[in-house]
């Protein structure tokens, strides 16, 4: 296994997980990697690990470059056993070196491991010389967990960002430009919506301190390297954070006798008549983390299901919790259905929206048993309202 030479003396020496296909629930059909980066200065620096079954795959790497006894500090940005798994292991081939990271990086550590290692507690913005180049550790809490930090290197004007402007990309490639912004982007947005998205507050606090930095490199510890797209992600990160969307609107729906999809597909109709872009997910053929990318950029998000005992379908339901843990912000929702009696459920939709904190400017549309002409050219107008407050 290669090392990876990013700048002299920096090394990626990561793991790649070519076969990951769901990552806690989130289906990453591309794999992932898990990147650790070795620095090598008068002292030796090994930078986060990788999932415990990938220790030799990185251990092989870390070899290329240096004895890993030789190891000083094993800096843990983030105690996510993605990036933790393999502490245990490093700090049998490194008995010697101290294990740097925040606070709650030390309290997660020993929760998670249960060894007391010889611990180096580093403050936010705390400074750490290392021979011809200095550390400097910011706290980035909730990016991802409370314990996350980042790495800055000055003098190479590298940022080893830990999760943030990850991607759940395999490749042969290390930097962004191997595979080129459409890739590279879309895998970060759909990062960003799966694991980021209800930390938008922090992700700005962390955007304002990076600002600050000269930058060369963003190295994050899933995917590709940012070097070429660096001045082009960071608006991005900066928009995603503060929630804003384009005009556009997303149509997520489940179907029992395709009553749900007739209204579905009228809406969409009365949206595109007044000029919005629509995307149509069906809960029965698209993934809930496949679904949330498209929630990052829509301003309009219209719910719909049928009423299935007295509720919504289950796989709306599903659907709902997934989002109400992520929190998008500043949308505008809708929501519809078909029933037989009751129609609890698309109620039960537009309550979920609320309770998100979403403008629901428009009354449910619920339709009995299965829409007629009538009831279709209703949903169009409905469409074209909500277009109208977009
Ligand atoms: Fe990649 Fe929060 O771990």
Redesign the pocket.
């Known amino acids: 296994m290669r090392a990876v030479e990013l700048k002299p003396g920096l090394y990626w020496v990561g793991g790649i997980d070519w076969d990951l296909r769901s990552f806690h629930g989130y289906l990453t059909p591309r794999g992932t990697t898990y990147n650790a980066y070795l620095i090598k200065d008068e002292k030796i620096v090994l930078v986060d690990t990788v999932k415990h079954y990938l220790f030799d795959e990185m251990l092989s790497r870390i070899k290329e470059v240096v004895d890993p006894a030789k190891i000083d500090y094993l800096v843990v940005n ?1 105690v ?1 056993m ?2 933790s798994g393999s502490v245990p292991k490093v700090m049998e081939v490194a008995p010697g070196a101290k294990v740097v990271t925040s606070p709650n990086g030390k309290k997660g550590l020993l929760r998670h491991y249960r060894r007391e290692w010889d611990f180096m507690v580093v403050a936010s913005g705390e400074e750490l010389p290392i021979g011809r180049r200095t550390l400097k550790f910011v706290h980035t809490p909730m990016v ?2 409370p314990d996350s930090m980042v790495t800055y290197i000055p003098e190479e004007k590298v940022l080893l960002s830990n ?1 943030a402007f ?1 991607q759940h990309i395999a490749s042969a490639e290390r930097f962004d430009d191997g595979l080129g912004w459409d890739v590279v982007h879309e895998e970060a947005a759909k990062y960003y919506a799966n694991i980021v998205l209800p930390y938008g507050e922090q992700v700005n606090k962390a955007l304002d301190v990076v600002a600050q930095l000269p930058l060369e490199m963003i190295a994050p ?2 995917g590709l390297i940012w070097r070429t797209y660096l001045a082009r992600i960071l608006p991005v990160y900066r928009r995603w954070a503060n929630h804003e969307t384009e005009r556009k609107a997303l149509v997520i729906y489940d179907t029992m006798w395709g009553a749900t999809k007739r209204i579905a597909l009228a809406l969409r109709e009365g949206l595109e008549d007044a000029g919005v872009a629509v995307t149509v997910r069906c809960l029965q053929t698209c993934h809930i983390s496949e679904i949330v990318p498209d929630v990052l950029v829509s301003k309009a998000i219209l719910i719909g299901t049928p009423t299935l005992n007295n509720g919504m379908l289950p796989t709306v339901s599903a659907f709902l919790t997934y989002l109400r843990g992520l929190r998008p912000q500043k949308r505008v929702g809708f929501a519809f259905g078909s029933y037989g009696w009751g129609g609890q459920g698309a109620k039960e939709v537009r309550a979920a929206m609320e309770a998100m904190g979403w403008a629901v400017p428009l009354d449910v549309l619920n339709i009995q048993y299965a829409p007629d002409d009538a009831e279709l050219a209703s949903a169009r107008a409905a469409g074209r309202r909500l277009a109208g407050v977009i």
């Open positions: 983030h996510e993605d990036h991802h967990w999760d990850g510890s899933h």
